[in-house]
């Protein structure tokens, strides 16, 4: 079980689902969102960069019925506002987007707050200033976000583990067969865009990654 | 005097400026905001549609306290975090942006909220739900936005003035030479773009527009 640092709000498995729609096929997204809770991701987040703040209502106040019902947590990418209009359990800031102080005044003490961070420098003031957990990436090359650095690999995710005790989500270019090295070199979870949204069977997809990310923690800490 | 519909706070003129630091020939922020400022801009409102969250935080710093200090309101476009961590005295949303129910409840009541309208029914439902003031455009061609609707031209205008008792900004390829038919088909005041901070002397361009809205109000009132 995950728990988030600041607001102590449990995660109930390891697999962070990122939306992406230009990368499911055209599929509905209530389809895709079902289909990710039912394969047991603990956390959804609505990342749609180039949509208006209108769809993205429309579309968040689906993501939060359905994952209310089912205990997944629900997080909004970079904007605060619609995270707070939505309800959302959380909201996630890259390092470009408003300061963590910012964000935690806006959003209070009851949300989570996940901050991006690429180097030990950045992780360490993510927990310093308050937030949840971090998103460390790219572990792997991906070609889901083109604005994100070059991939930094296990190295730095295995120096954030030692310089943090906020839990880690790896994020970039995970997939079934490498995700147990992402978590045996420090990382809590794992944040996933095409191996699970792209997937032919969504569900299975995220079944899938749920149960070796599980099967690579009881390995560590054995 | 201009008063905002909801929340009654007064504006100092008819001269609302929108930045949009392209058009200003790469001057210091606060060198151009200083500039609407001295020449008697009512509102100054901070757009740049290209930038991060943690740019805009920054700029928004220096222009909240530039126009604290003057009695000029500052007004930020689409985001309401951002408008709320700022501080400012409004935020402006589009029909695409957070709808105005959720942006109220987000802002609470002492937050302007400006709403783009192109016809009477997006002017009459703003009213309702709650808007300060509106805005109104293009009424000229222009070169300074991309995504807006083609030019609805002064009738429109006319029509949204018979429609709605809110504040009216017209906008869009507003000029010193054509203002004055814009105020005298209904509209309390101008919003500009490059016709200030393109303008070589900025203040003066400023301070030339606020005196034509006097005017043609004025002359309007006869």
């Known amino acids: 079980m995950i728990l988030m640092k600041y607001t102590g709000i449990p995660v109930r498995s390891g ?8 990368f499911s ?6 389809e895709v969102v079902s289909a990710c809770i039912n394969g047991g991701a603990g956390i959804i987040q609505l990342r749609e960069k180039t949509w208006s703040a209108s769809r993205l209502i429309q579309v968040g106040r689906e993501i939060r019925e359905l994952t209310r019902k089912s205990g997944t947590l629900f997080i909004v990418n970079d904007r605060v506002d619609l995270a707070l209009a939505l309800e959302a359990d959380g909201v996630h800031v890259g390092q470009d987007d408003l300061p963590l102080p910012v964000v935690r005044k806006l959003a209070g003490n ?9 180097n030990p420098r950045e ?24 604005d994100t650095r070059s991939p930094r ?3 730095i995710l295995a120096e954030i583990r030692q310089a943090v005790s906020l839990p880690i989500y790896a994020i970039g270019g995970i997939k079934l ?3 147990a090295p992402v978590i045996r070199a420090g990382a809590d979870g794992a944040a996933v865009v095409s191996a699970v949204v792209g997937a032919a069977d969504i569900a299975a997809a ?8 599980e099967r690579a923690k009881k390995e560590d800490s054995k």
């Open 15 to 22: 697999l962070y689902v990122v939306t992406g729609m230009e």
């Open 25 to 30: 096929g055209g599929r509905p997204y209530r």
């Open 110 to 118: 009851k949300m989570i707050i996940g901050v991006s961070a690429g």
């Open 123 to 146: 992780a360490l003031e993510a927990e310093n200033n308050g937030a949840d957990y971090i998103g460390v990436g790219p572990v792997y090359p991906t070609e889901t976000k083109k």
């Open 153 to 155: 690999g296990l190295e």
């Open 177 to 179: 067969h490498n995700v």
């Open 206 to 213: 995220a079944r899938a990654l749920t149960a070796e990310i």
